[in-house]
Every structure is written in C-alpha cells, then in structure tokens.
T-cell receptor, first 115, second 113 residues
Framework: EAQVTQNPRYLITVTGKKLTVTCSQN?????MSWYRQDPGLGLRQIYY???????DKGDVPEGYKVSRKEKRNFPLILESPSPNQTSLYFC??????????????FGSGTRLTVV | RKEVEQDPGPFNVPEGATVAFNCTYS??????FFWYRQDCRKEPKLLMS???SGNEDGRFTAQLNRASQYISLLIRDSKLSDSATYLC??????????????FGQGTELSVKP
C-alpha cells in the first residue's frame, strides 16, 4: 500500500530533550515536506526537500532540523524542544508530476507535547 | 494579511442542504488551486483540484475566478459523512520555494440529521 509513515503518533517530552520524528514514504517520491498545524494558524511549512541531499527552509524553520540522506526518509529533528513546539506535525510527499496536481500524500500525523 | 483566507465557520447545516465555502488568495502568481478535506485530528486528503472553467465531482463543484483571486466549493445534498474541515489550498509556482502548497485555515462543516 502506497503510504507515508510517521512515527511516533503521540509523544510527550520535556524541554531540552532532543527528539526525532521519522517520516518514510514507499512511493519513490522526490518531494517531501514537514508541516505543523496549530489552532487558528492552519498548516505551516517547516522544511521541504526537492530530492536527496536537497533541503530548504519553509515558513517556520526555527528550532528544527531535517536531513534527506535517502529518498524514502525525511526525519524531523528537534535538538532542544521548547513548549512552543507543542503541535500536530504532518509529513507529506509528492512526485514531480503529483506536485503539479496538488497530489500530496500526508502521513497520519504526530501529536507532540513539550512540557 | 494571510496568503489564503477562509471563513473558519463552523457551518452547521441539516442533511440535504447545499453549502458553499469561499476562499480568497493574495498571490496573483499562484499556479494551481485545490480543496483538501481534513477529518478531526487526521491528515488532510486531496478532495479536488480547481480549474478556471469550473469542475464538478458528484455533489461537489469547485470554481476559480483568477481575476478576483477567489475560489469556491459547493456541496449539494450534504451527507452526515461530509462533516469535516475543508481546506482551501493554493500552490506557488515551482520556482517559488519548490512550488509549495499554502493552506488556508480551513472551514469547519457539521452536517446534522
């Protein structure tokens, strides 16, 4: 089944403790992206990647890092999480042609709480 | 001003009603337009693309007015299963941050029996 898999689905952590949210897709998509969703603010892009070893900042990159060493994986790293990073996170992927028709496939989301 | 603006609702309608959602966007270079559906606490899913000529998919009709920078979604004969948040989405040109999708805040729809 074609899908984007995020882990974990839920995470509660403490301020300053490094964490990684994994994202993996099995569709050989070139484009991958991370979004966060907050009430009243909608979905905002954190980072995106056009292909392996090509990453760039989105609208809200502060406090986050990403890497794209392999085509299928696009982990989101929070080196020193803070409470304002409490949010619902989505990973999304798309093929080049899929991008033209807005065909993004989203993962199921990761609900992160930083206390 | 947000790049994509929607009325957040909620829209509470009875089964069988016709409901219309509106959306405006500010970037005239926007390339493509879509409606996504998001069920509570779940991932967004593509509902339909929006074309200048207007397009229909069953009970759903989408319209785009590029001159006014306005997008609409009409749902006819609404069902209980239509209850969700509807996201207006605008795509920037590929040369602009990889052609990223800009999401509106979403309009919440609740269809009651």
């Amino acid at each position: 089944e074609a899908q984007v898999t995020q882990n974990p689905r839920y995470l509660i952590t403490v301020t300053g403790k490094k964490l990684t949210v994994t994202c993996s897709q099995n569709m050989n998509h070139e484009y991958m992206s991370w979004y966060r969703q907050d009430p009243g603010l909608g979905l905002r892009q954190i980072y995106y990647s056009m292909n392996v070893e090509v990453t760039d900042k989105g609208d809200v990159p502060e406090g986050y890092k990403v890497s794209r060493k392999e085509k299928r994986n696009f982990p989101l790293i929070l080196e020193s999480p803070s409470p304002n990073q409490t949010s619902l996170y989505f990973c999304a992927s798309s093929s080049e042609s899929g991008q033209l028709i807005g065909g993004y496939t989203f993962g199921s989301g990761t609900r992160l709480t930083v206390v | 001003r947000k790049e994509v603006e929607q009325d957040p609702g909620p829209f509470n309608v009875p089964e069988g009603a016709t409901v219309a959602f509106n959306c405006t966007y500010s970037n005239s270079a926007s390339q493509s337009f879509f409606w996504y559906r998001q069920d509570c606490r779940k991932e967004p899913k593509l509902l339909m693309s929006v074309y200048s000529s207007g397009n229909e998919d069953g009970r759903f009709t989408a319209q785009l007015n590029r001159a006014s920078q306005y997008i609409s979604l009409l749902i006819r004969d609404s069902k209980l299963s239509d209850s969700a948040t509807y996201l207006c989405v605008v795509k920037r040109p590929l040369g602009d941050q990889g052609g990223k999708l800009i999401f509106g805040q979403g309009t919440e729809l609740s269809v009651k029996p």
